[in-house]
């Protein structure tokens, strides 16, 4: 105290007052401390998914804003492994924990695209024309090249003029249909992305 000049003392008292004022007339900063933060994941519409990296397929939960109304943007903001899932109990490998980045990423495809021949091009088209383009360009192809029987007149059923490369985010049921269907049609260049 001894140090302190006139003016320095009448700045710390005048600085003092000013706080408790402040305090007494409701400002005290003790109400926003004690206050509960808010939980992020609050109003999130939860879904659950499979990590579409590798044939791991871990569960995962993704939490988005919007409830699907008519104004509402739906915008996925967290992702997490979920521990209901007996292959990951809630675990995710960093590839698996940097999905967020993914699903927001510049360049993630999100619709189908054509780029004519010729062209240096692409496209965006609907998700009908592209299905209607794929089934005429599959039938066409299965159609000049089928192999029903071989040199020796065995029957072998093989179309081997197309491949087909499956998702791995897909359950074992869809697994199951998807090879169904590839086998059905012939084909015996079939693989999945999993293993990619
Ligand atoms: S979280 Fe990792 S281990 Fe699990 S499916 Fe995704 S990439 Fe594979």
């Known amino acids: 105290m001894a140090d302190l000049t006139r003016r320095q003392f009448l700045k710390v008292t005048g600085t003092t007052l000013a706080a408790s004022s402040l305090a007494l007339i409701g400002f005290s900063p003790s109400p926003v401390l004690a206050e509960v933060r808010q939980f992020k994941l609050a109003r999130a519409t939860e879904t659950r998914n499979t990590c579409p990296y590798c044939s791991v397929a871990c569960g995962i939960l993704m939490y988005g804003l919007g409830d699907g109304a008519k104004n509402a943007q739906a915008n996925i903001f967290h992702i997490e492994g979920d521990p209901d ?25 999100q619709f189908p695209e054509y780029r004519a021949p010729g062209s240096d091009k692409w496209q965006r088209i609907s998700w009908a024309d592209a299905l209607d383009r794929i089934a005429k360009l599959l039938k066409a192809d299965r159609d000049a090249n089928f192999i029903e029987k071989n040199v020796d007149g065995l029957t072998v059923n093989r179309w081997l003029s197309t491949g087909m490369l499956a998702a791995s985010a897909s359950s074992n049921e869809v697994g199951y249909l998807t090879h169904k269907v590839a086998r059905s049609l012939g084909l015996l260049a079939f693989d999945n992305q999993a293993r990619v």
């Open 85 to 109: 899932h007996p292959v990951n109990r809630g675990t995710l490998c960093p590839k698996g924990a940097g999905l967020l980045d993914f699903v927001h990423s510049k360049s993630r495809l």
